[in-house]
Nanobody, 123 residues
Framework: QVQLVESGGGLVQAGGSLRLSCAAS????????MGWFRQAPGKEREFVAT????????YYADSVKGRFTISRDNAKNTVYLQMNSLKPEDTAVYYC????????????????WGQGTQVTVSS
């Protein structure tokens, strides 16, 4: 089992940057692909980025490609989401999640979820 705790959210002006962190408990962190999703009020949960268990493969939603970077440090049991050039439409609660069967764009493939961290981008 994996427990996930996100941090690093906050309020930032458009064009600014934030780095989200997701700390995982458990010795099997390095065997999971990890993903970031987000959900804005009144909208469905949306895929943002995912990274393979070893960190060699990454995939992004078109809406964040070139602005966001997902990375992981398996020695620290942590996955990161560096967010640059933030836009008001990036405002949402951001969740990290763990997938036992490899990278996926679908939230259904993720078994474990954090509680989320709020990101608000002002115009």
């Amino acid at each position: 089992q994996v427990q996930l705790v996100e941090s690093g959210g906050g309020l930032v002006q458009a064009g600014g940057s934030l780095r989200l962190s997701c700390a995982a408990s458990g010795r099997t962190f390095s065997s999971y692909a990890m993903g970031w999703f987000r959900q804005a009020p009144g909208k469905e949960r949306e895929f943002v980025a995912t990274i393979s268990s070893g960190g060699r493969s990454t995939y992004y939603a078109d809406s964040v490609k070139g602005r966001f970077t997902i990375s992981r440090d398996n020695a620290k049991n942590t996955v990161y989401l560096q967010m640059n050039s933030l836009k008001p439409e990036d405002t949402a609660v951001y969740y990290c999640a763990a997938a036992p069967k490899g990278v996926s764009y679908s939230y259904r493939m993720y078994d474990y979820w954090g509680q989320g961290t709020q990101v608000t981008v002002s115009s």
